[in-house]
């Protein structure tokens, strides 16, 4: 089932947070496991925020034990971020278990961020210059005032309603997805991929790292793979029909661009709405009367479809 959107704002910043937000709980019949946010703000040059997990959800139940090891996995990051030169401008707690930095670091961001998760118990949500990925379990109200977004300003972002068909109910098998070495890119899926563990077999082959067995997350190490060798977004996104089989619908967001496609059956439905400075894209139209309550014409894109927008 699950349910995905996104939006992109051209020439001009707004509030995503509240918009996703929005769109998120429209479609929370859709996915009530987990939801999650890929949303994007406005870049400093030469910082990078660094959304990361200490620990799951589920493990705060465990007693007093888990805050100690969470104490402990956080002195490991930051001792791990000095050590690769990192200086960090910023912290803040968004839960016990959630963290959020802003560092500014001009060597190998990939290196780093492999050592941080060797850390036992931590992963890299994300790591980009306005990428900034945000998910948990529970709805959209709950992961969006839990994690403070509803003042977050931004271009563009994409979102998802989770439900658990294949993998567990937890905050790494939840969307959105992100992988490097492309530092901004995320993406939301609906679907399955039928040839995943050939394409990911493939993709570890060539050195890229996976943090769960759910099948959406090779979306996002595909994209990051073709981006960071050349291809362009639209490009990646039509390979795609052609190298992955499955019904599948998918959203991918990068610093500054939006993109969608649809497979050759076009089973998962999307609807698009597009104006001058807007776009906006979800499963069902409902969570785009969620932000655009006014007459709009919509339509569903057709069966291998690709678009791609720029903020």
Sequence with gaps: MCGIAGLIHRGKSSNVGAEMTAML??????GPDSTGFAVYGEPSEGDYVMRIKAAEQEDMDKGHGIHGQIAQRVEEIEACLAEHGAEIKAKENATEYALRYIISHDGDTEDMARHIEEIEGVEILSLGNGLELIKDLGD???????????????????????????????????HPYWAFPYNDVSVVHNGQITNYWIMRREMERRGHRFMSNCDSELLAVYT???????????????????????????????????????DTMAAKPLVLYESDDLIVLASEEVAIRAILPQEIDTYDPYDEEVRVWKA
């Design 25 to 30: 709980r429209a479609l929370k019949h859709r």
């Design 140 to 174: 959209a109200d709950v992961v969006s005032e839990q994690y403070g977004l509803g003042e977050f300003s931004g271009t563009h972002g994409i979102g998802h309603t989770r439900m658990a068909t294949e993998s567990d109910v937890d905050i790494r098998s939840a």
């Design 224 to 262: 990051a793979h073709n981006l960071a060798n050349g291809v362009s977004l639209e490009e990646s996104l039509k390979r795609s029909i052609e190298e992955i089989d499955g019904v599948f619908t998918y959203l991918v967001a990068t610093k500054d661009q939006l993109g969608m496609a649809k």
